[in-house]
């Protein structure tokens, strides 16, 4: 594998788990939505992640992963409005966004960076 292959998949690993649990919600139904979003976006990431990680041998792996996940999320966003709902469908255009360019390195690294930044938005939706 090589380092920058590598690098991305240790990136996706990581943003994929990180900040993940979504906590601090306000209001008791906020609280159930959110949990229950949490639950949901949780279980589909790792699919993302599992499905991501045979991206170290086929970086497209990844874009078809993010595809398919996207497509989960934004649908699960259909389930929910307001800000949850936003931020939802932000982190499933994301994950739809992502693309892999074995010459371009850093900015295959940049979508997927991206991430981390939708899933503090769902967790700003939740607090």
């Given at each position: 594998?090589?380092?920058?292959?590598?690098?991305?998949?240790?990136?996706?690993?990581?943003?994929?788990?990180?900040?993940?649990?979504?906590?601090?919600?306000?209001?008791?139904?906020?609280?159930?939505?959110?949990?229950?979003?949490?639950?949901?976006?949780?279980?589909?990431?790792?699919?993302?992640?599992?499905?991501?990680?045979?991206?170290?041998?086929?970086?497209?792996?990844?874009?078809?992963?993010?595809?398919?996940?996207?497509?989960?999320?934004?649908?699960?966003?259909g389930n929910y409005d307001g800000e949850?709902?936003?931020?939802?469908?932000?982190?499933?255009?994301?994950?739809?966004?992502?693309?892999?360019?074995?010459?371009?390195?850093?900015?295959?690294?940049?979508?997927?960076?991206?991430?981390?930044?939708?899933?503090?938005?769902?967790?700003?939706?939740?607090?």
């Amino acid at each position: 594998m090589t380092p920058p292959r590598r690098r991305l998949a240790l990136a996706v690993a990581t943003f994929a788990f990180a900040g993940m649990t979504i906590t601090g919600c306000g209001a008791l139904s906020q609280a159930v939505d959110c949990n229950t979003a949490a639950a949901e976006v949780t279980t589909i990431m790792n699919e993302f992640n599992t499905t991501a990680a045979s991206a170290a041998t086929d970086p497209k792996a990844l874009e078809t992963a993010g595809k398919e996940a996207g497509a989960k999320v934004k649908t699960l966003a259909g389930n929910y409005d307001g800000e949850v709902g936003a931020a939802l469908n932000d982190l499933a255009t994301g994950l739809e966004g992502i693309k892999i360019d074995g010459s371009d390195p850093a900015g295959s690294m940049e979508s997927v960076s991206k991430l981390q930044g939708f899933i503090t938005k769902i967790q700003q939706a939740c607090s």
